[in-house]
């Protein structure tokens, strides 16, 4: 059908400018793509790639310093690049309208949705006042958004995640575009919102016949919703074609990577680990509520459950996968267990021993044989600290003489293979994926038997997230050592972990081996964590997904 | 080297420091540059500038004006940096612990800090100054005294937002203690805008002693530029030099210094640093 009709959007031969001294000289270099009119085109790449910034040009919002150096983006008859600015606002927002990340940076706090939406509306010429209230309650029907008439005036901050993006969606089809761009619209979200937010995104293009521009890093969200993909690294358009073909016969070596990272590592059988042996660590009955005063005067408390009597045991060399949605209390126990925080009743024992039974000084000697992974690989390094400090200073600290400190650093940036010049180095010259690992490094030169790794892989790109986590299972194997693995990516902890405890709302409501729980979920909730998966239908159909 | 090379690149940074920099020398040659006491007579009194031998003139008692300015800069910028030096000290101290604390610390501390701040600076100085009799020593605690809760309120506002980072995280699960967390850890990274805010009270203070001078509760061993100010005023009609010259002295320090702080603000802003390179 593509042949016959004729593309809303041409991009040809497009190269976009860095400013000088940028790690490359083009953001996007020489790239060609059509969108056409009812169609899903999936852009895909990893940071870096140039995909937001092709976003941005189009939108002609490119940054200070960034220009289009060759080429022309022609949308209904004009080439955007040459249009002056007053031209170009009649068509942002009205014919070319975007949906951004981030749903709550992107919508005003100070203002409720009704006032936001009823400004784009009068913006764009619609003057009559009762016209527009009733435009933004069929918009907000539309978006599936329980009780529009009250929900319209409320404040961004009192919506859930999902309802934001669902606002923000609403207020980008206010104006009936030509073309939606979605710049990676659902990364922010659950997984369970995700899939909403996907389904609500298909079929509004379906009923709008819309020109979608869909962003994203992840070939699970392009197997759901896709009919095109194009496939960016480094700047370029290495594939591009009907989304059957990409996934079934990716011709590039890079699709193939980002393919296979949605389906995983093969993984071998970890060795049984020793039932007899005494549990590294013991959880039983743990709880904890986080109470907050709201108000100066009348203060009224506000109780969070964020763990209900919770029970775990961790074997000796074993990983267990802790999965839940933002908000189930799963970084909450990892904290606990780290005794950053502390529980409110129940039981922890680590190695047999009570934790709320051990003297300050006990403690201090069991500090390093627990150790953290933490998510953001950049919050996570002291940027005023170079590499040697970083790893050395704890090992001083218990004891070690500068000598050992050292040695033993050495050794970690080894395992980790990390050259060892990177010792006089600070945080910020090395890449996500490199500051990870020195995190990894950070809590292995410790000598700890039990890590926790609160979302160790999250923040890093999917390839890279494939070396991160192959690393991991790689050291877990060497060391023996027990690890709590925190993620909110059912498919990541079934690559890494031999059980895998499901959390919902501070309860733990599945605990069973991986291949159990992914296989046969038996509560309702890791069912529809399991049907949320992105891609989940093709990957099965492939027989790809364990 | 290289943060030097791009202060000299910001010209209103450059002229600040260069003025500071010519102040400090005056101060530090005050008694090659103008030999003898500043107090004694010199020649006749109510001279105006350039007469009599005198570059800015002599005053009622027949003082040399320009040795007064000379030997005031010594009292202003001893004064701006000893109770700049304190009142960062208590600052740093106070905001720190109670923005690591936070809790019931943070709660004690912000009160006390608050109570401060109610109180109209420049009369509890007065008060202070007063009550210990004037001397250099009571001058720049009171001063200290007036300055060190907006340090407190920084910094303690840097720590808030530091503190839930995770390399503090990390520090905490590697077993360092609290000191070690909050001053090797933590305090480093809020060092800048605690320096600029610095070179801006060294301003303040400067301004303050003036007026404690100018009120008569100046040091009377020491001359300064307030107390020049404050015992020309009367005679400004007919000797309008004895109050507008140390009075341009004070002007001219104070302006330099919100330069160069204003240019450290600058340089140490990394976004700024970005846009310096684009």
Known sequence: MNSVLKPVLEIRDLDIALPEGADRKLAVGNLSLDLYPNETLCVVGESGSGKSLLVTAIMGLLPYGTSIARGSIRFDGRSLERITESEYRRIRGSRIAMVFQEPMSALNPVLTVFEQMDEVLRAHGVNDGATRRQRIVELLTAMGLPDPEVLQHAYPFRLSGGQRQRVMIAMALALEPDILIADEPTTALDVTTQKQILELLARIQKEKRLAVLFITHDFGVVADIADRVAVMQHGELVESGPVETVLNQPRHAYTRQLIDAVHGLSREALPPSDNADRPILEVIGVEKTYITHVGMIARRKREVRALDHINLTLKRGETIGLVGESGSGKSTLGQVIVRLLKEDAGVIRFDGEDFSAMSPKRFAQIRPRIQMIFQDPTASLNPRHKIRRILTETQIIHGATPGEALARAREMLDLVRLDHSALDRYPHEFSGGQKQRIGIARALVLQPSLVIADEAVSALDVSIQAQVLELLLEIRKRLKLSMLFITHDLRIAAQVCDRIAVMRRGAIVEFDDSAAVMGNPQHDYTTMLLDSMPGKDWFLKEGRLS | ?278
Request: glycine share 10%; charged share 10%; aromatic share 10%.
């Open chain 2, 1 to 278: 080297m290289s943060a030097l090379a791009t202060f000299s690149r910001n010209k209103a940074g450059m002229a600040g420091a260069i003025v500071l920099l010519l102040f400090t020398l005056i101060a530090v040659f005050a008694d090659f540059i103008s030999p003898g006491d500043p107090w004694r007579m010199a020649g006749m009194p109510n001279l105006p500038p350039f007469q009599g031998g005198f570059l800015f003139g002599t005053d009622q008692l027949g003082r040399d004006v320009a040795a007064g300015v000379v030997h005031g800069a010594r009292v202003s910028l001893v004064v701006g940096l000893v109770s700049t030096l304190f009142s960062i000290v208590v600052g740093v101290v106070v905001g720190s612990v109670a923005g690591y604390f936070s809790g019931f610390v943070d709660d004690v501390l912000m009160r006390v800090t608050e109570l401060f701040q109610t109180i109209p600076s420049f009369m509890l100085a007065i008060v202070l100054v007063a009550i210990f009799s004037p001397s250099l020593v009571s001058i720049i605690c009171a001063i200290a005294v007036v300055s060190w809760p907006p340090v407190a309120r920084l910094v303690r506002a840097e720590f808030l937002s530091l503190r839930t980072r995770d390399f503090v995280k990390a520090a905490r699960v590697g077993g360092h203690s609290h000191l070690n967390i909050i001053f090797r850890q933590i305090l480093p990274n809020t060092l800048s805008p605690v320096i600029v805010m610095a070179s801006l009270m060294v301003a303040t203070a400067i301004l303050l002693e003036s007026g404690l001078s100018f009120l008569g509760l100046g040091d009377g061993n020491y001359m300064s530029w307030g107390f020049m100010v404050g015992a020309g005023r009367t005679m400004i009609r007919n000797a309008w030099w004895l109050s507008t010259i140390p009075g341009l002295a004070i002007f001219l320090t104070v302006l330099a210094l919100n330069l160069f702080g204003q240019g450290l603000s600058d340089l140490m802003n990394p976004r700024l640093a970005r846009r310096r390179q684009g």
